[in-house]
Nanobody
C-alpha cells in the first residue's frame, strides 16, 4: 500500500516536498516512481528511484521537464520516498501519484511508463500559481 501526501497551493518559484509512505513490503527492493496528471492531460512520468537490488542499483531517473529542479530520495528507516520540488512552475500543477513495483527488466525506459507499476497511491494535488 502506498500513501502520497504533501501537496498544496504554492506560488511559482516556491518549493514543495511530497512524501510516499510504503507499507507491507521490503522497501529497498522496490522501484518507486512519481507520476503526475494535469487536468485534461495524460498521466506522465516524473521520476523513479530504482530499488537497491537487482538491475536498479539504487539509481534515479527524471523526466527532462523536471531534471535539475526535482529530486527523489529515500528514507529506508521510514519506508518513505520523497519528491523534493524546487523552482516550481505553473505547468507543474497536477495530481502527483507514487507507484511501485518489485524487480523488472534491465531496460531503463521501461520504468518511465505507468504500466510498469503494480501499486499506486491515491494522489496528492499540487497547484502552482503564477
Amino acid at each position: 500500500q502506498l500513501q502520497a501526501s504533501g501537496g498544496g497551493l504554492v506560488q511559482a518559484g516556491d518549493s514543495l516536498r511530497l512524501s510516499c509512505l510504503a507499507s507491507g513490503r521490503t522497501f529497498s527492493n522496490y522501484n518507486i516512481a512519481w507520476f503526475r496528471q494535469a487536468p485534461g492531460k495524460a498521466r506522465e512520468f516524473v521520476g523513479v528511484s530504482r530499488g537497491s537490488t537487482g538491475w536498479g542499483n539504487g539509481r534515479t531517473h527524471y523526466a527532462d521537464s523536471v531534471k535539475g529542479r526535482f529530486t527523489i530520495s529515500r528514507d529506508s528507516a521510514k519506508n518513505t520516498v520523497y519528491l523534493e520540488m524546487n523552482s516550481l512552475k505553473p505547468e507543474d500543477t497536477a495530481v502527483y501519484y507514487c507507484a511501485s513495483r518489485s524487480g523488472g527488466p534491465n531496460v531503463d525506459n521501461y520504468y518511465y511508463t505507468s504500466g510498469a507499476y503494480n501499486y499506486w497511491g491515491q494522489g496528492t494535488l499540487v497547484t502552482v500559481s503564477s
